[in-house]
């Protein structure tokens, strides 16, 4: 489980982000490897995935913010189960934990705003033990470095992730990929 993301990793460490519908097919065109899809519906999923994998990329889908499904298990395998993603994306630790527990692979988004929520995430990720951690925001190698330190799970970094310093910088401080919906950083 999870070859195929680490595979497309080790070619290209940038991920595509795909927040709005109409980045997708530039997205596809990319050299990115993965996309993480942050958009879409209960309607429309299954049709963007099977698109996305049409085109050989890693598709790994952020369940918190598909709108109509309910965010919870029975979402999570709802989604799982119809539309085959290669794997989500979650900031909800019950989630990971459970995805986890069925062999989905599993990254956990942690939002860091202060030395608390630093905390509360290494308790997190403990708890669920994802396959890998999505640090935000991205721009910050001291706190990369930190929960690399403290956790063995591979990190990525994402948001206000903006020029090639930012991707030089996160891959340096310890991260395996960067993940952006800046089209620019996509091709760097």
């Given at each position: 489980?999870?070859?195929?993301?680490?595979?497309?990793?080790?070619?290209?460490?940038?991920?595509?982000?795909?927040?709005?519908?109409?980045?997708?097919?530039?997205?596809?065109?990319?050299?990115?490897?993965?996309?993480?899809?942050?958009?879409?519906?209960?309607?429309?999923?299954?049709?963007?995935?099977?698109?996305?994998?049409?085109?050989?990329?890693?598709?790994?889908?952020?369940?918190?913010?598909?709108?109509g499904l309910s965010k919870d298990i029975w979402g999570l395998k709802y989604i799982v189960n119809k539309t085959k993603p290669d794997?989500?994306?979650?900031?909800?630790?019950?989630?990971?934990?459970?995805?986890?527990?069925?062999?989905?692979?599993?990254?956990?988004?942690?939002?860091?705003?202060?030395?608390?929520?630093?905390?509360?995430?290494?308790?997190?990720?403990?708890?669920?033990?994802?396959?890998?951690?999505?640090?935000?925001?991205?721009?910050?190698?001291?706190?990369?470095?930190?929960?690399?330190?403290?956790?063995?799970?591979?990190?990525?970094?994402?948001?206000?992730?903006?020029?090639?310093?930012?991707?030089?910088?996160?891959?340096?401080?310890g991260a395996i990929a960067v993940s952006t919906s800046n089209e620019k950083v996509w091709y760097m």
């Amino acid at each position: 489980m999870g070859n195929d993301f680490f595979k497309g990793i080790a070619i290209n460490p940038i991920i595509a982000a795909v927040n709005h519908s109409n980045k997708l097919d530039r997205a596809l065109c990319s050299p990115c490897e993965n996309l993480f899809l942050l958009t879409g519906n209960i309607t429309d999923i299954g049709k963007i995935i099977e698109k996305i994998k049409l085109k050989g990329k890693g598709v790994y889908i952020h369940v918190d913010l598909i709108e109509g499904l309910s965010k919870d298990i029975w979402g999570l395998k709802y989604i799982v189960n119809k539309t085959k993603p290669d794997g989500i994306i979650t900031t909800k630790n019950n989630i990971a934990k459970f995805s986890r527990e069925c062999n989905i692979f599993t990254i956990q988004r942690l939002f860091m705003l202060d030395s608390l929520s630093l905390d509360s995430g290494i308790r997190s990720i403990r708890e669920s033990n994802p396959n890998a951690i999505e640090i935000l925001p991205g721009i910050m190698p001291k706190i990369v470095k930190e929960i690399s330190r403290r956790s063995n799970i591979p990190i990525i970094t994402g948001g206000l992730i903006s020029e090639k310093e930012d991707v030089i910088e996160s891959l340096s401080s310890g991260a395996i990929a960067v993940s952006t919906s800046n089209e620019k950083v996509w091709y760097m």
